[in-house]
């Protein structure tokens, strides 16, 4: 009896706590912009994570209430930092320039968007057209 409460102690220790399952919910109607060559490209994104521009705005520093854009995709907070490009359900690794543009990884592993395990510490995927959620239990 003292070998199998072991056993299901050391079992527990080594398995550790679940992991926290993300789901997928994608947001088509959601506004973004774009920071790039001096303007910001309000826009939305497709499912396939095409920007598709709705107004431009020379970047000055300032932007009016008025002229609210949406949320920036190419954040600074992306720079130098291993990031995922979405391209028809596939994601692509690289980077983001100083200039706002994705750069490819060469020779990177291209997956499967469907392949892709969410993980809050991991590789951003720049133009996601959505956002991952924690998965309720049931």
């Given at each position: 009896?003292?070998?199998?409460?072991?056993s299901t102690l050391l079992l527990c220790l080594v398995r550790g706590e679940p992991e926290t399952q993300y789901v997928f919910v994608e947001d088509l109607k959601r506004d973004w912009v774009l920071?790039?060559?001096?303007y910001f490209i309000g826009g939305r994104l497709d499912a396939r994570g095409e920007f598709s521009e709705t107004k431009r705005v020379k970047a000055n520093g300032f932007i009016s209430g008025s002229m609210r854009l949406g949320q920036l995709l190419n954040r600074d907070s992306l720079l130098d930092t291993s990031v995922y490009e979405l391209?028809?359900?596939?994601?692509?690794?690289?980077?983001?320039d100083e200039k706002g543009y994705f750069i490819p990884e060469v020779g990177g592993k291209?997956?499967?968007f469907s392949d892709y395990k969410y993980k809050p510490s991991g590789p951003v995927i720049w133009n996601l057209p959505g956002e991952f959620v924690k998965k309720e239990s049931k």
């Open positions: 009896m003292g070998i199998a409460l072991t920071s790039r060559d001096g391209r028809s359900g596939t994601l692509i690794p690289g980077t983001m291209v997956i499967k």
